[in-house]
């Protein structure tokens, strides 16, 4: 039998929001293309908070719902309480998720919810204007930061949200992956299809990170970000699993 490559049932057929080269696109169409395999669009419902991650609703072809900006946990905790039997994930950026919504997506984890988050590490807060984002490397620049971050000007330190998530006692999954090559963009398909399948097995809590670019804000050529990505912030946030305890849970 022939294999034919369609165009996933799950994305629409919106011409994308987003900037040339930028791998949000890439996460969402593997993300509807997970839901198209596990035959779940009709039982999906995906939260989205506010930054470019909520651009995902001219593009997701689920049940959506926007949170207020870093309130998807919360969202994400009451629909999948209402509803267990459905498949829930929050998609969420780094200034949304580690900045305002750091509260709310380290007690979502720490209570050890039945959903899953995606969460897009692109090191900068992207749609509203390249400002330094708590994900942001040290000298990387930014519109609030022109000279690079600096620690001695208590600009702080990248915040590293898949090691902090692994150190609580109830998430059952955590790994970070990569979108800068199609060998990476397979792996990340693969975890987040297994952070899934746990939330449908009843598991528990799973949180994918997606080491991402941002070629507007970083003032970059999306083939310039490619190598800047494999350079520094593959070398600040390194891809891999954080914890795996799937097994061991019943």
Known sequence: MEKVYERSQTLKKNPTGYCPG??????????????????MQDNTTTVLPIGCSSMGCFTIDTDMVIALHGRAPAVAT???RCSPERLVYAYQGDGDLAA??????????????NFTVIFVNNSIYGMTGGQMAPTT????????SQKGRNPENKEGYPMHMS????????????????????????????AIK?????????????????LSNCPTNWGMSPEETLKWMEENTMKEFPIGVYKDISEEVK
């Open 194 to 210: 297994k952070g899934f399948e746990i939330q449908l097995s009843g598991k528990g809590f799973s949180f994918i990170e997606l």
């Open 78 to 80: 009451g629909i999948k």
């Open 163 to 190: 090691e902090l998530i692994s150190q609580l006692k109830a998430p059952v999954y955590v790994e970070r992956c990569a979108l800068n090559s199609p060998q990476n963009i397979l792996k990340a398909k693969k």
């Open 137 to 144: 490397l040290v000298g990387q620049k930014a519109t609030t």
């Open 100 to 113: 305002i919504g750091f509260s709310e997506i380290m007690y979502a984890a720490n209570r050890g919810e």
């Open 22 to 39: 930028c791998f949000h696109g890439v996460a969402m169409k593997i993300i509807c293309e997970i839901i198209d395999e596990m035959k």
